[in-house]
């Protein structure tokens, strides 16, 4: 372990061979970090996303709850949040976030700003926020849209996936061991 608090493994370039982000503006992993990652990021173990401020911040904008993004934005320094805002690209984060955020820190500060950034190239099928069905739906329906999206690629039939994204949404859309499992793996032992 290094001072950081955990191990940012900057050799490793994939978890379980799904891509994870560089080490870039590594942040130590505390409990609440821990529990942020764990909501906003599904392709590995949350040190796999703390180890790039930019990657965690996009993350949290599009996808936290509104109190991840209130203790995220105490949390993280302001520098940190400018310098994700800045260098964000379509597919990275969402258009809406990206406004959002840039209006809350200063980088578009005034109407021109905002139709100028309104007005800038954005494809809409660059990051599934931007998904013109799903734009304007609260996080819970996104979460929703995704845990089922997940429960039926790992083989659950739609009566059961629909048992398991409520299981979910009675978790705080944290993993249990009642809603990790899929039937397929289950019925292969």
């Known amino acids: 372990m290094n001072p950081l608090g955990y191990d940012p493994r900057p050799d490793l370039k994939r978890w379980r061979g799904t891509p994870i982000p560089s080490v870039e503006h590594p942040l130590a992993l505390t409990s609440e ?42 949390d ?32 578009i500060a005034s109407t021109d700003d905002y139709i100028g950034a309104c007005r800038q190239e954005w494809p809409v099928t660059a990051h599934k926020r931007d998904w013109r069905m799903l734009s304007g739906a609260p996080r819970e329906t996104l979460y929703a849209h995704q845990a089922m999206a997940s429960m039926l690629a790992r083989g659950y039939d739609v009566e059961a996936a629909l048992e398991a994204v409520a299981d979910q949404r009675a978790a705080g859309w944290r993993r249990t061991p009642q809603n990790s499992q899929s039937p397929v793996a289950d019925s292969v032992r």
Do not use: C
């Open 76 to 107: 993280v320094q302001h520098d940190l949040w400018v310098l994700a805002l800045r260098t964000a690209k379509p597919g990275q984060v969402s258009r809406g976030s990206w406004i959002l955020f840039s209006i809350a820190y200063g980088l």
């Open 33 to 74: 970090r821990q529990t942020i990652a764990e909501r906003v990021w599904w392709n590995g173990p949350p040190w796999t996303i703390l180890r790039n401020a930019r990657r965690y911040l996009w993350s949290v904008m599009d996808f936290g709850t509104d109190d991840d993004i209130a203790y995220t934005r105490t």
